[in-house]
């Protein structure tokens, strides 16, 4: 069974600030993991994706997450905010067909 | 290639009429995925098919749901009746690559 957990329901930050958004999996299987950003009022859209290989994965708009199989985890990160990065992001778990959602985190940018 | 089509994009409809959804996935893409979401539940998976066969139905809610894919372009999902319970923002996502592309979603509303 896989599962997803996102420890923080919301997170405030100023502009220009670090951030740092969590996520630790469980999986008895090949590890996938994604995150998704969606902005208020539209879908998802994806972030980054782990499948395999380097552990330090970049995606778009400055993001980037490291794959710890010791920690289970896969935290997302930036080193300095936008106020356009205000939407709620989830981390996702699983093969291609069967995801497992974690519970979003609201990441909250603040002047 | 224009990404995951949703149509309505708004849906606004009395408790007890029928309401039909509509998705038509990435040309290419095999996999074809029904999502709800909500403030309480979060998202939540209804249904997913391969190549047109329904693979996984265990998420739909209960039998005045219901899902098809007559063609590898086109599905849909029907609620009849709708119950004010049914308002949510409905996803639909189609897969390459292990990764899943979201539609912008339908937001129904059943007064």
């Known amino acids: 069974a896989q599962s997803v957990t996102q420890l923080d329901s919301q997170v405030p930050v100023f502009e220009e600030a670090p951030v740092e958004l969590r996520c630790n999996y469980s999986?008895?299987?090949?590890?996938?993991l994604f995150w998704y950003v969606q902005y208020p009022n539209q879908g998802l859209q994806l972030l980054l994706k782990y499948l395999s290989g380097s552990t330090l994965v970049k995606g778009i708009n400055g993001f980037e997450a490291e794959f710890n199989k010791s920690q289970t985890s896969f935290h997302l990160r930036k080193p300095s905010v936008h106020i356009s990065d205000t939407a709620e992001y989830f981390c996702l778990t699983g093969g291609g067909n069967k995801l497992t959602f974690g519970t979003g985190t609201q990441l909250k940018v603040e002047l | 290639d224009a990404g995951v089509i949703q149509s309505p994009r708004h849906e606004v409809t009395e408790m007890g009429q029928e309401v039909t959804l509509r998705c038509k996935p990435i040309?290419?893409?095999?996999?074809l995925f029904w999502y709800r979401q909500t403030m309480m539940r979060g998202l939540e998976l209804l249904i997913y098919?391969?190549?047109?066969?329904?693979?996984?139905d265990s998420g739909m809610p209960e039998d005045r749901f219901s899902a098809k894919m007559p063609n590898a372009s086109f599905s849909t999902l029907k609620i009849q009746p709708s119950e004010p319970r049914d308002s949510a923002v409905y996803f639909c996502a189609s897969i390459s690559n292990n990764e899943q592309f979201f539609g912008p979603g339908t937001r129904l509303t059943v007064l």
């Open positions: 098919f391969n190549n047109n066969v329904p693979i996984d």
């Open positions: 040309s290419g893409h095999d996999y």
């Open positions: 999986s008895s299987v090949s590890v996938y």
